[in-house]
């Protein structure tokens, strides 16, 4: 009798989906919510509103 790791096989399951997901143009792989946090969908990576206003300096004033 063979043992299945369900851990295992999920992490096999998820990886194979994320490989597709970003090595196959238009394939449009669906995660669960705890899979796309593993992903990195919901990383907050935006500019903090202090980095976004240092960023906005108008250089054609400059002479």
Do not use: C, H
């Amino acid at each position: 009798m063979t043992t299945i790791d369900k851990d295992t096989a999920a992490a096999d399951a998820f990886n194979e989906k994320f490989s597709d997901a970003q090595n196959s143009p238009g394939y449009a792989a669906e995660f669960d919510p705890e899979e796309a946090d593993r992903a990195g969908a919901f990383e907050e990576d935006a500019l903090s509103e202090a980095d976004a206003l240092a960023s906005s300096v108008d250089w054609t004033d400059q002479s």
